[in-house]
């Protein structure tokens, strides 16, 4: 018989394998990730946004930012589902604000709805707004809306070496910690 120690050990090693794997970009482990924690996750959307259609949208767009966040994720710092619940609820707190200005509760940015959206090239495939608002930073541009480092420093008419300072720039003020690379 396991002990509850031996058992939190066990799970917490699975889970750095997990999170190893999908880092490594290995979508089977993701899609583990996905029916191991959708339910739960949904269940924490629907609280806030109570409109089902919406839930679905935002743990859609949860799961894909997980994908293009997991590199960025450090398991040392904070545990897996604690990061993937603070990005769901602000993605779901998002989503019924859009509820509070409009009388109508929309899925949040990056949606398959977005008028004239245009595919971003990458890996993840997401769909993001053509239009660039005036007062998108470079982290909106390359880590929530997918964008590449090139078509960042493109929209924003700045060379790849300039977006990568402000990036880490940006990082710095938020109080978020960066290497040199």
């Known amino acids: 018989m396991n002990s509850p120690l031996t058992e939190n050990i066990r799970h917490h090693t699975t889970e750095h394998k997990l999170i190893a794997l999908i880092q490594q970009g290995d979508t089977d482990a993701f899609a583990k ?4 924690y959708a339910p739960m996750l949904n269940g924490v959307i ?12 935002v743990l859609q767009k949860s ?8 590199n960025a ?4 710092k904070e545990s897996l589902l604690i990061w993937m619940l603070s990005i769901t609820r602000n993605l779901a707190f998002a989503a019924s604000s859009e509820k509070d200005k409009t009388g ?6 990056n949606s398959v709805n977005t008028p004239n959206p ?8 997401t769909v993001v707004d053509s239009a660039i608002p005036v007062q998108c930073t ?13 078509r960042a420093a493109h929209e924003l008419n700045i060379s790849v070496a300039v977006l990568k300072t402000r990036i880490r ?3 710095k003020n938020h109080g978020g910690v960066t290497s040199n690379g």
């Open 33 to 36: 990730l996905y029916d191991k």
């Open 46 to 57: 629907l609280k806030i946004v109570n409109d089902k259609k919406v839930a679905e949208g």
């Open 63 to 70: 799961f894909m930012r997980f994908w293009m966040e997991m």
């Open 73 to 76: 994720f450090d398991p040392s």
């Open 104 to 109: 109508e509760i929309q899925s949040p940015g």
């Open 118 to 125: 245009a595919i971003t090239p990458g890996k993840t495939g």
């Open 138 to 150: 470079a982290i909106d541009l390359v880590y929530f809306k997918g964008y590449s480092l090139a």
């Open 169 to 171: 720039m940006e990082l």
